[in-house]
């Protein structure tokens, strides 16, 4: 089975569609929070700084961005991204007292 010209470039504006996607609620979340997107999408482990990423991840997942394209975006790796979605999932339960 071979991808035809066509199907290749379908399969690009799919991967583009989540990581422009992502790149808008980085955006959203760096206007909100005050932390610049660069700071966003750097490897700054500072607890504002990975609190604020893990936002954009929950967020993204939440929208039903693959888990790629938000890694792509903010260059990491999917487990990062997996990771980083369950942490403010946890901090969202413990904050309104589900546990």
């Not at 206007?31 to 967020?59: C, D, W, Y």
């Not at 487990?79 to 369950?86: Q, R």
Request: charged fraction near 25%.
């Amino acid at each position: 089975m071979t991808l035809t010209p066509d199907d290749i470039r379908q399969a690009r504006a799919i991967a583009l569609d989540g990581i422009d996607r992502t790149k808008a609620i980085i955006q959203a979340v760096a206007e909100a929070s005050g932390i610049p997107a660069k700071t966003i999408t750097s490897q700054r482990r500072n607890i504002a700084t990975s609190r604020a990423r893990h936002l954009v991840m929950f967020i993204a997942n939440r929208e039903g961005i693959a888990d790629t394209s938000i890694a792509l975006a903010l260059g990491v790796d999917r487990s990062t991204v997996a990771k980083g979605v369950a942490s403010e999932a946890e901090r969202r339960c413990c904050w309104r007292g589900i546990r």
